[in-house]
């Protein structure tokens, strides 16, 4: 079973000030997923990789497989960036390979 | 082209009262997953359904807890004889077929159960 830890847990932030929210998991995996969601919100999907990086508008993902860590950056923070980032990892490769294993969640707050 | 549809997004039912959650895939999508949010923990994986079967139901409670995705018409969630702990946001999830493994995932805006 795989355990995934977010850093830090609550994150307060200027505007304008870069943002990194850290994930680690245990076991190998077959992706990861970033994922944001507003207080009382649905969820969206930001990002899913398995490798190097990824880049959308002023946010970036990146993975290290060996290292088991993914990071990911917000430039230039603003305050609807405000909301409750997740990080989620899929099961290696085969018949199981749908299933998520969930952070439980980073809480950014970024005030004007 | 719509995306993950849930309905209700809120429902309040009092103990040992049905709940029944509704979710519609995006178009093209037969693959669904259910997961639940329980308050102040993060979201746990329920099962997972593709067209009339279950793939993977090793994440619901053992009783109480069904799901259905039948031929035609939304995925269905029904919990029975709620209880409060069953109080709790439910997100539905939709996928794609992909041949080299899942997809990626598209997020209803989930449902709200209160239990009273």
């Known amino acids: 079973k795989n355990e995934v830890e977010q850093s830090p847990q609550n994150l307060t932030a200027q505007e304008g000030e870069f943002i990194t929210i850290n994930c680690s998991y245990s076991v190998g995996i077959s992706a990861l997923h970033w994922l944001q969601q507003h207080p009382g919100g649905g969820i969206v999907s930001l990002f899913m990789?398995?490798?190097g990086k990824k880049k959308h508008g002023r946010l970036i993902a990146t993975i290290n497989i060996q290292e088991k860590h993914s990071s990911l950056h917000i430039t230039a923070s603003h305050p609807r960036d405000s909301a409750v980032y997740i990080c989620?990892?899929?099961?290696?490769?085969?018949?199981?390979?749908?299933?998520?294993?969930f952070g439980k969640g980073t809480l950014l707050t970024v005030n004007p | 082209n719509a995306g993950v549809m849930q309905n209700p997004r809120h429902l309040v039912r009092r103990r040992g009262q049905e709940a029944r959650l509704r979710c519609s895939p995006m178009?093209?999508?037969?693959?669904v997953y259910w997961y639940r949010q329980l308050p102040e923990e993060g979201l746990k994986f329920m099962v997972y359904?593709?067209?009339?079967?279950?793939?993977?139901e090793s994440g619901m409670p053992k009783e109480r807890f069904s799901a259905e995705f039948p031929k035609e018409g939304p995925s269905i969630l029904r919990i029975q004889q709620v209880v409060r702990g069953d109080s709790a946001a439910y997100f539905c999830?939709?996928?794609?077929?992909?041949?080299?493994?899942?997809?990626?995932?598209?997020f209803g805006e989930g449902s709200r159960l209160t239990v009273l």
């Open positions: 178009k093209g999508h037969s693959h």
């Open positions: 990789l398995s490798s």
């Open positions: 989620a990892v899929r099961s290696p490769s085969g018949g199981s390979n749908y299933k998520l294993t």
């Open positions: 359904l593709q067209k009339e079967n279950i793939i993977d």
């Open positions: 999830a939709s996928s794609p077929p992909s041949g080299s493994g899942v997809g990626e995932l598209f």
